[in-house]
């Protein structure tokens, strides 16, 4: 079902929590998540990310679509192993503000990245370019962090 997107920013600063691959019981509750995240990210054409606080959930869960292909990966309880070379101070916008640019955001283009796939399978991989760009984004989710935050103060 598509989720309203939040936009509470006390909300949106909570820490999510990890996610234990090995009850039945959350098994069941994250497949519920999941469905939802997929038809709220199907229905909002700009996104090519979201991050579960984001249509209410505080577990460690986040969708993007990879590029070129735009297909669509599930991370669970995402880390990252290692930033290569040096940030860049990029331009994002966040479903969870919208209509707002937030400029010079520093982000890595290359990143070695764990994290467990929809089937339940733990994965390493290198991420570039806009894929490492929105995993960064995304995991900030996961940590009570949204774009505004990086505005100078
Ligand atoms: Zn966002």
């Known amino acids: ?86 940030p860049e101070n990029l331009n994002e916008e966040c479903l969870s503000c919208p209509g707002q640019t937030i400029e010079n955001i520093p982000r890595f283009k290359k990143i070695r990245v764990k994290y467990t796939n929809e089937d339940g399978l733990s994965i390493i991989e290198t991420l570039t370019g806009i894929d490492a760009v929105v995993y960064q984004h995304e995991l900030d989710h996961l940590d009570g962090i949204i774009i505004t935050d990086y505005l100078p103060s």
């Open 1 to 86: 079902m598509k989720k309203q997107i939040v936009e509470d920013k006390d909300f949106l600063h909570q820490k999510s929590k990890r996610i234990d691959m090995c009850s039945y019981a959350e098994e069941k509750r994250i497949k519920t998540i999941l469905h939802d995240m997929k038809d709220t990210i199907a229905m909002s054409p700009k996104a090519i990310g979201l991050a579960a606080p984001q249509i209410g959930e505080l577990d460690r869960i986040f969708i993007f679509l990879r590029y070129p292909s735009y297909k669509r990966q599930v991370v669970i309880n995402p880390e990252i192993l290692e930033k290569l070379g040096k």
